[in-house]
Nanobody
Framework: HVQLVESGGGSVQAGGSLRLSCAAS????????MGWFRQAPGKEREGVAT???????RYADSVKGRFTASKDSAKNTLYLQMRNLQPEDTAMYYC??????????????????WGQGTQVTVS
């Protein structure tokens, strides 16, 4: 049973920072690609960052240099450190996972496992 549980969302002012966490089941943490996606009201879900089992990361152009994805194997947890947040970053953020060591980009339909989401609001 794959379980993904996000936390860490909230409300911040522009220029502020937040760190999102995603606690994953051990099997998926060790064997799956994991990623962060977001969806703003009225917009399509979009990829933010992905991280392979070897720790390789990829970022959407809109967050490069501001967001950092990382993993903590001791806690089976994926993180998204977000800095210099802007109002356009306001969205529901989701943790997602798919079997296999390497991520396949930001096509959200190819990720079968999803967390419940955590809201990020930037004013």
């Amino acid at each position: 049973h794959v379980q993904l549980v996000e936390s860490g969302g909230g409300s911040v002012q522009a220029g502020g920072s937040l760190r999102l966490s995603c606690a994953a089941s051990r099997y998926m943490y060790d064997n799956g690609c994991m990623g962060w996606f977001r969806q703003a009201p009225g917009k399509e879900r979009e990829g933010v960052a992905t991280i392979d089992t070897d720790g390789s990361t990829r970022y959407a152009d809109s967050v490069k240099g501001r967001f950092t994805a990382s993993k903590d194997s001791a806690k089976n947890t994926l993180y998204l450190q977000m800095r210099n947040l802007q109002p356009e970053d306001t969205a529901m953020y989701y943790c997602a996972a798919r079997p296999g060591p390497y991520c396949v980009g930001f096509e959200w339909g190819r990720y079968p496992y999803w967390g419940q989401g955590t809201q990020v609001t930037v004013s």
